[in-house]
T-cell receptor, first 115, second 115 residues
Framework: AQSVTQLGSHVSVSEGALVLLRCNYS??????LFWYVQYPNQGLQLLLK??????LVKGINGFEAEFKKSETSFHLTKPSAHMSDAAEYFC?????????????FGQGTTLQVKP | GAGVSQSPSNKVTEKGKDVELRCDPI?????LYWYRQSLGQGLEFLIY????????KSGLPSDRFSAERTGGSVSTLTIQRTQQEDSAVYLC?????????????FGPGTRLTVT
């Protein structure tokens, strides 16, 4: 069965500091992996996705994530945090073959950015 | 163009009543997904449609939950005899076609409160 674990339900960084949000996955087949962001009272927005092409994936708003098969990880990073990055972030996994697009989400990480 | 819309945005209902939640997908999107976001369970898949068919209903938590889609467009999620544990935000997403290669676009959600 597939699953996703996000380490840390809350992460706090100072403006301008590195953002690192952790995600580990469990999948019996090559996974497709996603990061979504949710701003208050809004739906989810896709930040980036890994679909077995390049292991380093660049997304919107300066975010990127690296797929590491040996570590079963897909951590999200941004070199310099902005106040506008404060939101909840979800890592998700979907089956690669015969897939329906159904997403399995992690529990989410709330990012706080301090001035 | 218009995104995914959901109505109502908020719904308060009494325990035991039936509720209907509506989702209008992006025009031309053939796949539609329902997810539920609750404090205890996080983000969970409920059901998805490809056209008017629902190949995967595995996430519906009980037989009190049902969903339909007509005309390959609007979908309605119905919860009968609501319980307090049904309180959550119900999110709808649509994509061009069902499958991991196609981005899911999320609506703002319907916040359901069962009193």
């Amino acid at each position: 069965a597939q699953s996703v674990t996000q380490l840390g339900s809350h992460v706090s960084v100072s403006e301008g500091a590195l953002v690192l949000l952790r995600c580990n996955y469990s999948s019996s087949v090559p996974p497709y992996l996603f990061w979504y962001v949710q701003y208050p009272n809004q739906g989810l927005q896709l930040l980036l996705k890994y679909t077995s092409a390049a292991t380093l994936v660049k997304g919107i708003n300066g975010f990127e994530a690296e797929f590491k098969k040996s570590e079963t990880s897909f951590h999200l990073t941004k070199p310099s945090a902005h106040m506008s990055d404060a939101a909840e972030y979800f890592c998700a996994v979907s089956l690669g073959s015969g897939n329906t697009g159904k997403l399995i989400f992690g529990q989410g990480t709330t990012l706080q950015v301090k001035p | 163009g218009a995104g995914v819309s959901q109505s109502p945005s908020n719904k308060v209902t009494e325990k035991g009543k039936d509720v209907e939640l509506r989702c209008d997908p992006i025009s031309g999107h053939t796949a539609l997904y329902w997810y539920r976001q609750s404090l205890g369970q996080g983000l969970e898949f409920l059901i998805y449609f490809q056209g008017n068919s629902a190949p995967d209903k595995s996430g519906l938590p009980s037989d009190r939950f049902s969903a339909e889609r007509t005309g390959g467009s609007v979908s309605t999620l119905t919860i009968q005899r609501t319980q307090q544990e049904d309180s959550a935000v119900y999110l709808c997403a649509s994509s061009l076609v069902a499958g991991v290669s196609y981005e899911q676009y999320f609506g703002p959600g319907t916040r359901l409160t069962v009193t």
